[in-house]
């Protein structure tokens, strides 16, 4: 969109639709003729919407895309125009109080956003031009520029390195506020450059901005004076980023390669998708009913109307003539505008207030989770954070869980165990002495025959210290010096642990401090040769050819080193089933058995493969990946070929294990999760057996649950066709677990119910693939119906070998399925974001793997067992607080507006409000408003720390209990009936308006405030009654807006004012009270009203924390109290209990 | 989202700013503050409702409501309460002729006898009563102009829109604008006790006192200017179209109840809640002796000057002799009400006791195995 958009804006050029070519330093090159200055946007970032200008109306646009608004300025506009019952005034104040909050708020961000932008724009940088260091602000910056940056400073823009103070050519920059990773990341400069910049005469061809952050080609054509151009591939590590910072770098150069809008930052900031929950959706569906009610009652109105009329002299009296223009008015218009002044009328039954407040109620109720200080995390000094609080409630309704293994259920925190060389076990022991030889071996087979040749384990070792990315952490160049003058008395006289490692995997780290206790010693890499010091304290160099990155797909990673005798070696590590076709067959017997047992000991294995490669062989090698690095196009595939290639018929040394331990408190999560009704899927990428004893460490899979095994193994049994045999598995699995289950009953707990057999389900990314993608000649669709079926009947399942993406179609598929259950992922790492985003719920955990997953999360929590309260706690009480304050909206406003509607029938259909214009207005802003809100902010139905001990309490609400037709049907009901008596109510005590014992008779107004004093305590009271929560907010909200309601009609009708037209209410409301009758009607209409209420509450079971000590009063019980309050801290609400 | 968008554009490192509204201590690294309030852990009263607390509840509201509606009942119904339709629809009924020959401008009186079986103690209120009457239709309703009758000397001669069409009349603005005063009620009413000789005597009717005392005294006000003389205060303004004679000759007698404060006017402006009301017209006051009953029973003759027509929109007229308690008029729903709410909660306690009695200790016994 973007590119299509630059393309537009500098198109013609057809070159540039797949690369842009910068001169570097705006220096023409001889190369091409004629020199054009590209234009590229300048270097000013804009991530505020607003101008100005603008703001207003781009802002009001934006608000009434929103239907709501929309709807409400129809009726608006409506009342401006036609002749209303109502002043625009009642509709439109409210509007226009929702738009001003709204647009306040969103100006405020805006603000915010402009002077963020303000500071970044206005930095002043340090720009090379014509030989001199110009100071310029940094949104001048063109791409082409050549810009210095100092240590800790930020790049203001993507550059190209091209020079560097230290002397190796690199700089340190950390990325932290772009990804999380805080380790400093070393980018290199362009091999070859002039170290004098100003006669260095370049072009830069690169790729259009894209936003993957670590993705980047591009070439540099470096002209000089008499030679041929020399072309230099550039790739992202020639790429200084926007926004990260450079570290231990005294001064870099860099030239400007993408500027402003087009950094990779700045696309990496496009705003998400917007998830909506489940609960807004059932507000749309309520909102339909009440629609439909509002026209069904406008349309009965306008039509009762005109039969009304059409009897003798009940159009047009004598003493209520219509005006001229009434008279001339076409008659099918005149209903029309009737019918409208209907639907303006009643329009209070769908409340503008409602979204205000379930946005406030979300956005002030989001605040709970960051301050929750049980999830702060004392280690990473940080709490929850939430991105959206459009999903409070949501957290409450989750019916599967999809959580990653890898960071999420286990720490990340890799710790070394053993290894085994060519078949031999060496466990480590803890003992740091044994620098002479680890002859320590597992216990039984313990004798120094076992152990492998001494050369295969220097090379073993050598290869865990060499195959790698690895950095040693500097904590200064000092500090270097003076390892390198006496290195050996300063390593030896720390702990080794001490050495600060920092890599992109923990795997990595845990491997090399794993060689480290066997005595080889990783000391760094400099100059491009990796220096290693061996068992004899000998320093060993090695120069590094070339890196073959770690990617997930190939799920290995390979060194080309040359050592000093000169010998070209390939160590390559990687998964056991990436490395076992790639080297000799008969090492791989040997070593396959430890693997497997060590997998089924939930460690994480890595095999270790080398090759000696020969001059030509290397020769080849190296000729194909430069071609690869330097190719602008494809150059991925490029590569992964060229790895392929060269990372063949290796020999195998050994393999390692490494422990990842459980987080904290995992398998009690899981099991509270369990145990509330969500279903738990772990979705990883390690292999089956690491992945299933981390479930049953987890207690995911228990002893008794029978695992259905759907892999590459079970589907290679049967020595048949893939398809058929996973045919034939689909269909016994079937049987067994959703033919064969009985039917589960509602309430069954997990735990209590052993007397059905539990499945568990194993199934691995190769045959999801093929249940996902089946050839197209197999019946696909019913693979895929049989594949959830079986896993909807299993406790937990569990995917492993995963890719990303299949992890996002898992989610998916049970998203989409029968019932669109509600779905939560949550993981740690760039491999979870798909999953995080396709789910319902993403959740990040703040983990050690970056920060993406928890930028695209909803919600980012510290540690796993935070998800606990999460769920259970805040998202059980935030679905039980919006769905009651989306009921208890609908149903204050049908009781609102249903006597208005009762009174057309006795006042001729004449759209006569019963309220005062002021009352209607206030009614959803000002008296009813602030009690609902402090309930839906403070409600505690349950106690949190019941709620956490019974996982099960969260099975009531699931499927969103509270919002289904049947409660919507009670509380409508409620509100009609409400509605009904306090019309009827007030209508029979007007029988007789004479209600003053001086004889003197009420009017109009007095009946509708007499009913509007009903109402509005009616509701209010209902709150209280529905309250089980009373902190001293709540009561003073509840109290305070009756207070205010009376007091505010005391001042309303006690002032002639001079604004107003009519003085409707002039001293109405204290004529009302000096009335006793009028009082013994509202006592007794508001006691009436909410008499159905009390009995259904002492009728229906007791729930919660009181439910036992309850039962235990009632007998005993003779207070004469209506409610029994006990105060108390709701943490000692149990204390109730004797 | 916004708001999210933009906690990602703090995190940038360039600023730190104040935290975003919708990451709220996002980017903060402290630990959370331990207050009652941000935990949700303030102290609460956590009532609770069962069958056990709200029992004695419905005994109280019974034992309450059943006392205050019998109380009620016989209040009401102590109440004397008199009521004659002088419409004249019936053809043997004494104002048929002059409901059939309406017209405007022609007085037409008519007497109609009746007779009260028991005496009227203390003040009886007479009212007059109007049937299928709208003064609640909108239309009808806003067509008036308050600040005119608050005595605004602008809005006399220049009345609200609101008004139309009773806004201008021959040129010349209304005073009182609008379709309520226009319709003022202009039946004379007038009360005569038939001695059993026959001779007859008029009952004084007091005509004060039957208008709020706030409407009277600072709702309407007439427009400044000589107190004393209003004809010339209202001289550019003429009379509602069905009116007989101008507003500052309603009560030429009395200039504290002339013009707009005239208080049959201002009981006529109250518009009433229902299509059927009363609106009070005259207070017979009670005798200063005390010994004689304010109306004896016997024969009583009610002279009317026939004004008001009614019969084109099928509306009945009716005159009403009321005494008053303390709660009001005679009204017996309220006494019913309260009577049957205080049984029914009464009713209901039983019912509660009876079946919370099995219900608790069924659910007691439920609770052993667990």
């Known amino acids: 969109m973007l590119r299509r958009r630059i393309n537009l804006l500098f198109g013609g050029d057809e070159k540039r639709v797949d690369s842009r070519t910068i001169y570097v330093g705006h220096r023409p090159c001889p190369a091409t003729e004629a020199f054009i200055p590209p234009k590229f946007c300048d270097n000013r970032i804009v991530s505020s919407k607003y101008t100005i200008w603008n703001f207003l109306p781009k802002n009001l646009f934006e608000q009434f895309r929103r239907i709501a608004n929309f709807y409400f300025l129809i009726i608006f506009l409506v009342q401006v125009i036609v002749d209303t019952p109502t002043s625009p005034v009642t509709s439109g104040l409210p509007l226009f109080f929702v738009i001003t909050v709204t647009a306040i708020k969103q100006g405020y961000e805006d603000w915010l956003r402009h002077k963020a932008d303000y500071e970044v724009n206005k930095y002043p940088v340090i720009v090379l031009e014509d030989g001199r260091s110009i100071r310029k602000e940094s949104e001048k910056i063109k791409v082409g520029d050549i810009v210095e940056v100092v240590e800790d400073e930020t790049f203001p823009c993507d550059l190209i390195l091209l020079q560097s103070t230290r002397d190796d050519d690199t700089c340190f920059v950390t990325t932290a506020s772009l990804d999380g990773e805080s380790n400093h990341k070393t980018h290199y400069t362009v091999p070859d450059t002039e170290k004098d910049l100003q006669s ?731 009690p609902i809100l402090a309930f839906s902010l403070l409600e505690q139905h349950i106690a949190i720390e019941y709620l956490l001990d019974n996982a099960t309490l969260y099975r009531e609400i699931a499927k969103n209990a509270m919002l289904k037709w049947g409660p919507f049907l009670y509380w409508t009901v409620l509100g009609i009936f409400q509605g009904l008596l306090f019309f009827f109510g007030v209508k029979y005590l007007f029988s007789n308006p004479a209600l003053q014992d001086n004889g003197q008779v009420f009017g109009n107004w007095s009946y509708g405030t007499i009913v509007f004093t009903v109402l509005v305590f009616t509701v209010t009271l209902k709150l209280a009654l529905d309250t089980r929560h009373w902190t001293w907010i709540n009561h003073f909200v509840i109290w305070g807006s009756l207070a205010f309601y009376v007091f505010f009609s005391f001042f309303w009708g006690g002032i002639i004012w001079p604004f107003l037209k009519q003085q409707r209410l002039y001293f109405v409301f204290a004529n009302m009270l000096s009335s006793v009758s009028a009082w013994l009607v509202i006592i007794l209409l508001i006691l009436l009203s909410l008499l159905p209420d009390i009995l259904l509450m002492v009728f229906r079971k007791p729930r919660g924390p009181h439910a036992r000590q309850m039962k235990r009063r009632l007998p005993s019980s003779g207070t004469s109290t209506i409610f029994m309050l006990s105060q108390t801290t709701s943490t000692h609400s149990f204390s109730w209990s004797d | 989202m916004m708001a999210s968008s933009y906690t990602a554009k703090e995190e940038d490192g360039h600023h730190s700013g104040s935290a975003a509204a919708g990451g709220p201590g996002s980017s903060k690294s402290k630990k959370p503050d331990n207050t009652a309030f941000k935990q949700q852990r303030l102290p609460a009263w956590q009532p609770i409702l069962t069958a056990g607390t709200v029992l004695p509840a419905f005994f109280v509201i019974g034992l309450i409501f059943i006392p205050i509606g019998i109380g009620l009942f016989v209040t009401s119904n102590n109440i004397r309460e008199f009521e004659i339709d002088y419409t004249g629809v019936d053809t043997n009924s004494p104002c048929n002729r002059c409901s059939q020959t309406y017209s405007w401008n022609i007085s037409c009186t008519c007497s109609v006898p009746f007779s009260l079986e028991q005496p009227f103690e203390s003040n009886v209120f007479m009212y007059y009563g109007l049937s299928n009457f709208y003064q609640n239709h909108r239309r009808y309703v806003k067509s008036r102009d308050d600040s005119q009758l608050n005595g605004d000397k602008s809005s006399l001669t220049n009345p609200s829109k609101e008004c139309e069409p009773y806004r201008i009349s021959e040129k010349k603005p209304i005073a009182p604008c609008g379709a309520i005063a226009n319709s003022l009620f202009n039946d004379t009413l007038e009360l005569y006790y038939i001695y059993p000789n026959g001779s007859r005597t008029l009952i004084p009717l007091v005509k004060k006192g039957i208008a709020w005392w706030t409407d009277k005294h600072v709702k309407f006000r007439n427009p400044p200017g000589n107190n004393d003389n209003l004809t010339i205060t209202f001289q550019d303004t003429t009379k509602p179209v069905n009116w007989h004679k101008p507003v500052y000759e309603l009560d030429p007698n009395d200039p504290d109840n002339n013009g707009f404060i005239n208080e049959d006017f201002i009981v006529w402006m109250r518009t009433a809640a229902l299509p059927t009301f009363r609106k009070l017209y005259r207070i017979i006051q009670k005798n200063k002796d005390n010994m004689t009953p304010t109306l004896p029973r016997g024969n009583y003759s009610l002279e009317i000057a026939y004004n008001y027509p009614v019969r084109s929109f099928d509306g009945r007229k009716r005159m009403i002799l009321s005494t008053i308690s303390w709660m009001g008029g005679k009204n017996p729903f309220l006494g019913i009400a309260y009577i049957t709410v205080g049984s029914v909660c009464f009713f209901l306690g039983v019912v509660l006791l009876i079946i919370h009695h099995k219900y608790g200790n069924r659910n007691n016994n439920a609770d052993i195995p667990n």
């Not at chain 1, 408190?665 to 292999?687: I, N, P, R, S």
């Open chain 1, 200 to 930: 260095l005469n370049a072009t830069i061809e690169c790729e259009q901005p894209q936003p993957d952050l670590y993705k980047f080609v591009g070439r540099m054509h470096i002209y000089k004076t008499d030679q041929e151009p020399a072309v230099r591939s550039l790739g992202p590590e020639n790429l200084l980023l926007k926004g990260a910072t450079l570290k231990n770098t005294k001064k870099i150069y860099g030239v400007a390669v993408y500027t402003g809008m087009e950094t990779k930052m700045a696309l990496n900031y496009q705003g998400k998708s917007q998830k909506r929950s489940a609960v807004e959706k059932s507000i749309n569906a309520f909102l339909l009913v009440y629609l439909c009610i509002l026209i069904s009652k406008a349309v009965v109105c306008t039509t009762l109307k005109y039969v009304w009329q059409s009897q003798d002299g009940q159009d047009e009296p004598w003493y209520n003539e219509k005006t001229q223009k009434e008279k001339d008015t076409y008659v099918y218009l005149k209903m029309f505008t009737d019918f409208l002044s209907f639907m303006v009328l009643f329009n209070f039954i769908i409340p503008v207030s409602m979204y205000v407040t379930v946005e406030m109620q979300k956005f002030l109720g989001s605040f709970f989770i960051t301050w929750d200080k049980d999830f702060f995390d004392p280690e990473i000094q940080e709490g929850a954070l939430v991105n959206t609080s459009d999903l409070n409630e949501e957290l409450g309704q989750v019916e599967y869980v999809f959580t990653d293994k890898t960071g999420t259920l286990t720490q990340n925190n890799m710790e070394y165990i053993e290894c085994c060389i060519d078949g031999f076990q060496y466990r480590n022991s803890d003992s740091m002495s044994e620098l002479d030889g680890f002859c320590v071996t597992d216990g039984p087979v313990s004798k120094l025959q076992q152990k492998a040749g001494r050369d295969k384990e220097e090379l073993f070792l050598r290869a865990l210290c060499l195959c790698h990315t690895v950095q040693v952490k500097e904590a200064g160049p000092d500090e270097i010096d003076s390892d390198q003058v006496d290195g050996l008395v300063s390593e030896l006289s720390q702990p080794d642990e001490q050495r600060g490692f920092i890599a992109s995997s923990p795997d990595e780290v845990a491997l090399v401090k794993g060689a480290m206790k066997h005595g080889f010693t990783f000391l760094g890499l400099e100059n491009k040769s990796m220096k290693i010091r061996n068992r004899e304290n000998n320093v060993e160099l090695y120069d590094l050819l070339h890196v073959l990155n770690f990617d997930p797909v190939r799920r290995r990673m390979s060194v080309i080193v040359r050592s000093k005798s000169g010998e070209t070696l390939l160590f390559c590590k990687g998964a056991d089933s990436s490395i076992f076709p790639r080297v000799r067959q008969e090492e791989v017997d040997r070593i396959r058995m430890h693997v497997e047992r060590n997998a089924t000991e939930g460690y994480r294995t890595l095999c270790v493969a080398y090759k000696q490669l020969s001059p030509e062989e290397f020769a080849v090698a190296d000729a194909g990946l430069r071609d690869a690095r330097l190719a602008l196009q494809d150059r991925e595939e490029k590569l992964m070929a060229v790895y392929n290639q060269v990372e063949t018929s290796m020999s195998l040394i050994g393999a390692t294990a490494v422990e990842d331990r459980l987080q904290e408190e995992a398998a009690e999560t899981m099991e509270a999760l369990q145990g509330a009704g969500m279903k738990v899927w772990v979705l990883t990428g390690d292999k089956m057996e690491t992945a299933k004893s981390t479930c049953y460490a987890c207690r995911l899979f228990q002893r008794g649950t029978e695992l259905l095994e759907l892999t590459v193994r079970t589907l290679e049994d049967g020595g048949r066709k893939r398809e058929e045999r996973l045919h034939e598995l689909l269909l016994d699995y079937h049987k067994k677990a959703v033919q064969d289950a009985p039917p589960v009953k509602a309430g069954v707990t997990r735990s209590w119910s052993t007397a059905n057999q539990e499945y568990g389900f194993i199934v691995d990314g190769a045959t999801l693939s093929l249940v996902m993608n089946p050839s197209p000649d197999t019946n696909s669709s019913r693979y895929k119906s049989l594949f959830l079926q079986i896993c909807q009947n299993c406790t937990a399942v569990l995917c492993c070998r995963m890719a990303p993406l299949q992890k996002a179609q898992i989610v998916k598929m049970v998203k989409n399925s029968k019932g669109s259950p509600i779905t939560l992922s949550i993981g740690d790492g760039a491999n979870d974001v798909s999953m995080i985003l396709e789910a319902h719920v993403g959740i990040g955990i703040k983990g050690k793997e970056g920060r993406q997953a928890v930028r695209n999360s909803d919600y980012a929590i510290p540690k796993l067992k935070h998800l606990k309260k999460l769920l259970l706690a805040h998202g059980h009480l935030y679905y039980v607080r919006i769905a009651h304050l989306v009921q208890y909206f609908f149903y204050k406003n049908l009781c609102f507006i249903l006597p208005q509607f009762l009174y057309q029938f006795f006042c001729g259909y004449s759209q006569q409000p019963l309220y005062d214009a002021a009352y209607l207005t206030m009614y959803n802003i000002c008296f009813t408003s602030m």
